[in-house]
């Protein structure tokens, strides 16, 4: 495992670099989304975001910056755990968003799926 991990270390520089491979980790290990985002990219990218301590919305600021080897360490931990575990980002990192707004959650939080909160958004009108 050592060498792998010197392996992503070395290849994977960037926060963009990081996103992508995370996203392609979880499609190959057949994750599901829902509690709080509905992809593999965009799980990815909270994930590496919440590592770094980085709100969403300066993720254009910084998708091609470097990461430290701390930085590394925190989200390869993470993705790992995500994948192993096969636990929500949301009871990994403690928070989640929901119809744009951040909550923080534990365990026994039931973390409503995306679509509701599409619904509570439109005041519950047809679409």
């Known amino acids: 495992m050592e060498t792998q991990d010197s392996a992503i270390f070395s290849e994977l520089v960037s926060v963009r670099d990081w996103i992508r491979w ?3 980790e979880f499609r190959r290990a057949g ?19 919440w590592s770094i301590c980085t709100p969403w919305d300066r993720l254009n600021q910084i998708v091609d ?12 931990a993470l993705i790992q ?11 990994l990192t403690g928070t989640a968003f929901f119809a744009g ?3 923080q959650v534990t365990p026994d939080t039931l973390i409503p799926r995306s ?13």
């Open 22 to 24: 995370g996203a392609t």
């Open 31 to 49: 994750l599901f989304f829902g509690h709080g985002t509905d992809n593999a990219w965009d799980e990815a990218a909270h994930l590496v975001l």
């Open 65 to 76: 910056t470097r990461l430290t080897a701390a930085e590394k360490h925190s989200i390869l």
């Open 81 to 91: 755990r995500r994948i192993h575990e096969r636990l929500p980002a949301a009871y």
């Open 101 to 103: 707004m951040e909550f």
């Open 115 to 127: 679509p509701i909160a599409e619904l509570i958004e439109q005041g519950f009108a047809p679409g």
